[in-house]
């Protein structure tokens, strides 16, 4: 699985052309590389923004959407999120919207660590986030949908694992099952629907930021909860999680299990190293409980 080939070249020229022609109010500031990400081309503007510019089409929409939304979530969430300072228009030779966001200079969790401290910050910002959805949040078709109508997915990373090191092993599939059949007991809430480390930065091992809000939408909120075994790797950490969620109903925490292991699983699946370090942490500690 590897990265997506870019639709479009971006550079640091054309964002220079971009800000002054619509945003001059930056056009004093440097422009400097900054990282090329899945679906993004990020640019520093200045010391303390951003410039992001989808780097192919197929994610132009959840730029769209994290435009519409993260600034309607930024006041209720206990933690910074990138919703954006300025809003860019298409513009020749850019065929796209972009934006002007917050630059968060801290480390991707699959690169640092929390202290134990940061288990109830995280309950806290998961907690602020998953309240009722509007009528017309979006929706997602691999993140806001019941857990087995994902069956298919699950089905293709299994056989892409047959045979091999890390195959799923019949524990691992009683947990799918049985995480696939329960039920959704409670209503759809906001989620960020992506909350894996490289989604989630640290600094100082102190919860920092969560970036990355394109598969955000109204959904099950046992997608988020993954973040119990992707996340801590400690199971003290684990079963002070589940304490601190003490409103989350257990039907909701299997089906967070069958979410972690389905995230586990995809990412082991993956060409990129560092992902299936993730997809491999996740599911050893699925296995050592809670």
């Known amino acids: ?17 971009l800000i002054r022609a619509q945003h001059p109010v930056y056009a ?3 422009v400097s590389d900054g990282d090329s990400g899945w679906d993004n081309d990020i640019y520093r503007l200045g010391g303390a923004l951003a410039v992001r510019l989808p780097r192919r089409e197929a994610a132009v929409a959840l730029l769209q959407k994290e435009q519409r939304w993260l600034p309607q979530l930024q006041p209720r969430l206990p933690l910074p999120i990138p919703a954006p300072a300025a809003i860019g228009e298409p513009q020749e030779p850019y065929p796209w919207p972009w934006s002007i966001t917050p630059w968060f200079a801290g480390q991707t969790l699959d690169h640092s660590r929390i202290g134990s401290d940061q288990v109830e910050v995280l309950a806290g910002f998961l907690a602020a986030l998953h ?9 997602n078709p691999w993140r806001t949908v019941p857990l087995a109508q994902l069956q298919p997915s699950f089905d293709r990373c299994r056989q892409a694992l047959a045979g091999g090191e890390h195959e799923v092993d019949a524990a691992s599939l009683r947990l799918w099952e049985e995480a696939a059949r329960t039920p959704l007991d409670v209503k759809p809430t906001w989620i960020h629907g992506d909350l894996h480390p490289r989604n989630v930065l640290v600094k100082a091992e102190r919860l920092f930021a969560v970036i990355d809000w394109g598969d955000m939408g109204a959904g099950d909120r046992a997608v988020d909860l993954a973040v119990c075994w992707m996340l801590l790797p400690q199971a003290q950490q684990r079963e002070e999680l589940m304490r601190r969620c003490a409103g989350v109903s257990l039907p909701t925490w299997c089906r967070a299990r069958g979410w972690a292991l389905l995230f586990g699983l995809h990412v082991l699946s993956a060409a990129d190293p560092q992902h299936r370090q993730t997809g491999l942490l996740t599911i050893q500690r699925l296995r050592e409980g809670p």
Do not use: H, Y
Request: charged share 15%; net charge negative.
């Open 1 to 17: 699985m590897a990265k997506p080939t870019a639709d479009i070249t971006t550079s640091i020229q054309l964002v220079l052309q």
């Open 28 to 30: 004093e500031l440097p």
């Open 131 to 139: 309240t009722p959805a509007p009528s017309d949040a979006p929706q």
